[in-house]
């Protein structure tokens, strides 16, 4: 059973506009939801993360909207560059425990 | 941030052989360390967690014997894949997290296996 579910599957953006990820999760445990970005052939990178106290958090481009009666959290790039063509992934965690992945978002931002 | 790196970067090799693969993290101490695989357009799957001196927690469905893993310092970990087959063909990725930051994984930058 997938603890984290990810849409969409990909995503063409025009460069300028707004990119938005959704992710949703079932366990009201998880206490820590970060993004991380990967680039073909690498590891992935923290971008940004985010706790449930928190509704949203803003890192330059970059934007964590967390609804936690919803059990939802999104992500969302704004002014979207072909530099952001990536994939994306939203985790969830417990208890400083295991990280629990969702299936990926590949982002193509069209110059 | 911090930096963990995995070597060797890409590595071919027969059937049947044992290939071993490094992940160091190069300016923190790693208390836990965490090994991936990642199969092409597929999510990171979690093969197991391993902490500084004591044995590593295996997920279900991955073969302890066949992965084998060493933690042996707070800054290297190691990921044997032994009698190597071509499904073992995948993308290792692992990662690394400070006493310091329980929340913060800082992930290696992969290591492409092929196994002919």
């Known amino acids: 059973q997938q603890q984290v579910k990810q849409s969409p599957q990909s995503l063409i953006v025009q460069k300028g506009g707004i990119s938005i990820i959704n992710c949703a999760y079932e366990n009201t445990a998880f206490d820590y939801f970060p993004w991380y970005q990967q680039f073909p052939g690498k590891g992935p990178a923290l971008l940004i993360a985010?706790?449930?106290?928190?509704s949203e958090k803003k890192e330059g481009r970059f934007t964590i909207s967390f609804n936690k009666s919803a059990k939802q959290f999104s992500l969302h790039i704004m002014d979207s560059q072909p530099g952001d063509s990536a994939t994306y992934f939203c985790?969830?965690?417990?208890?400083?425990?295991?990280?629990?992945f969702g299936s990926g978002t590949k982002l193509n931002v069209k110059p | 941030g911090a930096v963990v790196s995995q070597h060797p970067s890409w590595v071919i090799c027969k059937s049947g052989t044992s290939v071993k693969i490094e992940c160091r993290s190069l300016d923190f101490q790693a208390t836990t360390m965490f090994w991936y695989r990642q199969f092409p357009k597929q999510s990171l799957m979690l093969m197991a967690t391993?902490?500084?001196?004591?044995?590593?927690?295996?997920e279900q469905g991955v073969e302890k014997d066949k992965f084998l893993i060493n933690h042996a310092s707070l800054t290297l970990s190691t990921l044997t894949v032994t009698s190597a087959h071509p499904e073992d063909s995948s993308f290792y990725i692992c990662s690394a997290r400070s006493g310091g930051q329980q929340e913060t994984q800082y992930f290696g930058p992969g290591t492409r296996l092929l196994v002919l």
């Open positions: 391993s902490n500084e001196g004591s044995k590593a927690t295996y």
């Open positions: 985790a969830a965690l417990k208890n400083f425990n295991k990280f629990y």
């Open positions: 985010i706790r449930p106290d928190v």
